[in-house]
């Protein structure tokens, strides 16, 4: 189990990976096809939410006060709406989005660090962290982001689509068989995990264990 400052990040990859599956838009020239998740929109979402997740929990450590919760009153009409009594310190949240983009980012140290491909997955990681509220759900920020992704024309976005792959689509993991689609998510998840452990046995960059 891979852990920053005492978090378990396993856990948060795990709810960006799941957060992305009501978003795997069908191929409209051919129905057997989704979404590829090794690039574009679907993998944009998951290392957003897994960042934000993660800052989320940062910030739980380093400014406590703002996740002190309470249930709304009834007259609200939710049913399980919590709000926070003191809210976040915006320099605690700075922090934590600070953090979390570097524990996010050192992920991606390797071979690779200047391909498309990773300024892609850092850039998805800085918008989710710009752009998702605190301490929403996993499909809240997914959905936040979706739409961000969808229709925003600022300046990140923008660059953020312009890494996207040529290849768009990909066989739909769906049409296989349940012990299929278990395999390759639990492959995906493990392929996170590993790039995450040689990160922080190999280059830690000197700073040691951060297992808290």
Do not use: C
Not at 96 to 109: C, D, F, K, V
Not at 138 to 150: F, G, S, T, V, W
Not at 173 to 182: H, I, N, T, Y
Not at 188 to 208: A, C, H, V
């Amino acid at each position: 189990m891979a852990k920053m400052f005492g978090i378990d990040t396993d856990k948060l990859y795990e709810q960006g990976f799941d957060s992305m599956n009501r978003y795997r838009e069908r191929n409209p020239d051919n129905p057997r096809e989704v979404l590829q998740t090794a690039g574009g929109k679907l993998s944009n979402l998951r290392h957003g939410v897994s960042s934000s997740l993660l800052r989320d929990e940062i910030l739980k450590l380093i400014n406590p006060g703002s996740y002190d919760m309470k249930q709304a009153p009834p007259s609200m009409n939710f049913e399980e709406l919590k709000m926070s009594e003191e809210g976040p310190n915006p320099l605690a949240k700075g922090l934590a989005s600070l953090l979390a983009y570097a524990g996010a980012g050192a992920n991606e140290i390797g071979p690779d660090f200047f391909s498309k491909e990773t300024m892609e997955d850092l850039t998805a990681n800085l918008l989710g962290l710009m752009k998702t509220d605190v301490y929403d759900s996993a499909e809240d920020k997914a959905a936040m982001l979706n739409d961000i992704l969808e229709n925003d024309t600022g300046g990140i976005n923008t660059y953020l689509q312009s890494l996207a792959p040529d290849k768009k689509y990909q066989e739909d993991a769906r049409l296989f068989s349940p012990m299929r689609q278990d395999l390759m998510r639990e492959q995906s998840l493990k392929e996170m995990r590993r790039r995450e452990q040689k990160t922080f046995e190999e280059r830690n960059l000197g700073l040691g264990d951060m297992d808290g």
